[in-house]
């Protein structure tokens, strides 16, 4: 068999599926890539001749459709076609948590997944690699290897063989480009040594053969989870360490530098904020966390699920903090929200702890004003599940803000999203917010004004000389 890539297929043109095709198409110019998906709205964007329209944010992004699309490097919804067409098949469908049967709120809605698995049985052509770029549960290959070897076709006709590898996706949003242009390791899972080998060529063309690293499949199911896990636990361990620092007087920001100097611990992930975000930590937390159970591991399953009980309750303990230093009540106050995305450099809102935050501060009656550079209103109502006052109303002109209880508005000016508020709430760590000039907001905003920097990007002293009250996570320095 030849190990030569010509065509590859991928299927979700997500978060995951678009940057990873667009670097491989921009770093093979000699192998065509096609993105399908079934959904034709995401597709058209892909496709839209103003890159700024692309349907997901990430830096340098653009400039890499801009160079590939149209070349080696295709969106559409033949699904078919390209698969029929393709020597290797990404699938890098989302695999969110079931919302209800057999382990709802835990395991992983495995649908997707299944779903694609018979389309590239049907279709495919010949000898395929599958490879599962998704974040899957452990021995996932095995339902994928079932289903292709159910698929073969009449005796009379061609038969099709298949081989699957796991190949998971580390890239953080925000930094995919940069994540996936210089990985720190690219994991390829399986048996078959001329498909890893054929996979493993693809990523050689950008990057060294010493960061390729091979392993059983199974290994890489998991250590994808597990590497979530740690991560996502780092945050919370951090979290809870940031509490403690408010109730003694210490500071967040100096024990996570002298942690993070032990070069056993490191430095990285360990930045307090307001509860981690983003479609995965939670999600594969708990796919781990319903395996253990599965396994009888029940020690296990409450040691993961601990990171995410902390990351939850971290969130609702900002929520009360923040009305707490209100008077106890922020019914018919107005309080402007900066930042909606889960974390700076994308629009993608999933988890974001914003959600959870405003839900809280909304029902507690409070009139919110959100601002966020890349997140639109649409997305906002999704999240919040509450329509928003159309962008018409002069919110400057709302002086009784008891008509407003519980509704919220959304600005595309910071500047006009603090007027008359009570008190500003950081909560994604957007570069323009440490920009902001805290003398001409302190002169419009009502007073006593808080300031709350859930993720410590403010400067303390101009807030504080221009007669703004701060409060900032992990500070316990009164
Ligand atoms: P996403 O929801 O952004 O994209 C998935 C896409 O798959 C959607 O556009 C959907 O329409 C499409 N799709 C679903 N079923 C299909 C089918 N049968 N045929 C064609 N298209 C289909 O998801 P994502 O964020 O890209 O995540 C994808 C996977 O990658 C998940 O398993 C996730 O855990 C994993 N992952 C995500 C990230 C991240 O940063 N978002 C990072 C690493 C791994
Ligand atoms: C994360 C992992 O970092 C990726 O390796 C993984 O591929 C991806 O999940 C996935 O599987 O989806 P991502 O969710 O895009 O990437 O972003 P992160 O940078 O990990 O941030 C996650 C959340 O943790 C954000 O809300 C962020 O603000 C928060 N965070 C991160 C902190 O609160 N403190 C930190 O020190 C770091």
Same mark, same amino acid.
């Given at each position: ?25 921009? #770093?093979?110019? #000699?192998?065509? /890539? ?8 995401r ?7 103003n ?31 390209n698969?029929?067409?393709a020597?290797?098949? =990404? ?41 599962? #770029?998704?974040t ?6 095995? /339902? ?23 190949n ?10 940069r ?18 080998m054929?996979?493993s ?28 896990a ?24 100096? /024990? ?57 309750w ?14 106890g ?63 018409n ?18 600005e ?8 008359s ?47 703004? =009250? ?8 009164k």
């Amino acid at each position: 068999m030849s190990n030569e890539i010509k065509n590859i297929c991928c299927i979700g043109a997500g978060y995951v599926g678009g940057p990873t095709m667009s670097v491989i198409a921009d #770093k093979c110019s #000699k192998i065509n /890539v096609n993105v399908v998906d079934k959904n034709s709205e995401r597709i058209a964007l892909w496709n839209s001749q103003n890159l700024e329209s692309l349907p997901i944010y990430e830096p340098g992004l653009d400039k890499i459709i801009e160079r590939c699309r149209g070349e080696n490097l295709t969106f559409s919804t033949k699904i078919q076609e390209n698969i029929s067409s393709a020597d290797i098949i =990404f699938i890098s469908v989302n695999t969110p948590t079931k919302t209800k049967g057999i382990g709802a709120g835990q395991a992983s809605d495995l649908k997707w997944v299944e779903a694609c698995a018979r389309e590239v049985a049907k279709f495919a052509n010949g000898h395929t690699i599958v490879v599962e #770029k998704s974040t899957l549960p452990v021995k996932t290959a095995e /339902v994928i290897k079932n289903i292709l070897e159910a698929s073969q076709p009449n005796s009379n006709e061609r038969k099709k063989t298949f081989a699957v590898l796991s190949n998971p996706e580390f890239l953080s949003e925000g930094s995919a480009i940069r994540d996936l242009e210089e990985p720190d390791r690219v994991l390829i899972g399986g048996e078959n040594n001329d498909a890893i080998m054929a996979l493993s060529n693809i990523y050689r063309n950008w990057i060294p053969k010493e960061k390729i690293l091979h392993t059983n499949i199974w290994s890489s199911e998991l250590s994808k989870l597990t590497a979530n896990a740690f991560l996502a636990q780092r945050i919370s361990s951090i979290n809870s360490i940031s509490a403690l620092c408010e109730s003694t007087g210490a500071d967040v920001r100096e /024990v996570s530098r002298a942690i993070g100097l032990d070069s056993r611990i490191g430095s990285k992930f360990l930045d307090s904020g307001p509860g981690f975000g983003g479609s995965c930590f939670k999600k594969d937390i708990l796919n781990l966390v319903y395996l253990s159970r599965f396994f009888d591991l029940h020690a296990v399953a409450d040691f993961w699920e601990g990171v995410v009980k902390l990351n939850t309750w971290h969130q609702h303990r900002l929520s009360k903090l923040i009305i707490q230093n209100l008077f106890g009540t922020i019914s018919g106050k107005k309080i402007c929200v900066l930042g909606f995305a889960f974390k700076a450099n994308t629009n993608d809102t999933r988890e974001s702890a914003s959600i959870n935050i405003c839900k809280d501060l909304l029902e507690e009656g409070a009139f919110l004003s959100i601002h966020d550079p890349k997140v639109s209103e649409e997305q906002i109502q999704k999240d919040l599940k509450i329509e928003s006052l159309k962008s018409n109303i002069n919110s400057n002109e709302i002086v009784d803000f008891f008509n407003f209880e519980g509704k919220w508005i959304y600005e595309n000016s910071i500047y006009k999203a603090v007027e008359s508020s009570d008190a500003v709430v950081v909560l994604t760590e957007w570069e323009e917010y440490t920009k902001i000039n805290w003398e001409a907001v302190s002169k419009t905003m009502r007073k006593p004004s808080w300031i709350f920097d859930a993720r410590s990007i403010l400067d303390k002293k101009q807030i504080i000389k221009n007669d703004l =009250f701060l409060w900032r996570i992990g500070d316990g320095n009164k």
